[in-house]
C-alpha cells in the first residue's frame, strides 16, 4: 500500500525555519511536489522535483527561501524552509507522481500525504 507521511510542521517566528519530511512507502515515484492550503484559499503549487534529479521548479513566491531535496537511500523528499512570513501559514501536503513530467497541477500527482500544519507568527 502506498502511503506518504509527512512531518515536521510546527508553529514558528517570522523570519524562522522549519524543515518539512514527506516518507514514502510502498514504492518510489517519478516525481515529487509540494502545495500549501491557506484557510479560504485554493491548494497552491510550492515546489516539485523529478526524483531521478535535473529538474527543480519553485513557486516565485517562495523561490530564494524554500529549498526542496530528497534522501534517496531514505526514499524522503523534504522541503527546508527558511525566512518564514506570516503569509506561509498554511498545511502542507507532499504529493507524487509518474508523469513524464514533473507539473505544477494538482491534476499531476496522484498519491497524497495527510499534510502538516505549519503557522507563522508576527
Known amino acids: 500500500q502506498v502511503q506518504l507521511v509527512e512531518s515536521g510542521g510546527g508553529l514558528v517566528q517570522a523570519g524562522g525555519s522549519l524543515r518539512l519530511s514527506c516518507a514514502a512507502s510502498g514504492r518510489t515515484f517519478s516525481n515529487y511536489a509540494w502545495f500549501r492550503q491557506a484557510p479560504g484559499k485554493e491548494r497552491e503549487f510550492v515546489a516539485n522535483m523529478r526524483w531521478s534529479g535535473g529538474w527543480i521548479l519553485y513557486a516565485s513566491v517562495v523561490k530564494g527561501r524554500f529549498t526542496i531535496s530528497r534522501d534517496i537511500a531514505k526514499n524522503t523528499t523534504y522541503l527546508q524552509m527558511n525566512s518564514l512570513k506570516p503569509e506561509d501559514t498554511a498545511v502542507y501536503y507532499c504529493?507524487?507522481?509518474?508523469?513524464?513530467?514533473?507539473?505544477?497541477?494538482?491534476?499531476?500527482?496522484?498519491?497524497w500525504g495527510q499534510g502538516t500544519q505549519v503557522t507563522v507568527s508576527s
Open positions: 504529493a507524487a507522481g509518474n508523469n513524464g513530467y514533473a507539473g505544477a497541477g494538482r491534476d499531476d500527482y496522484s498519491y
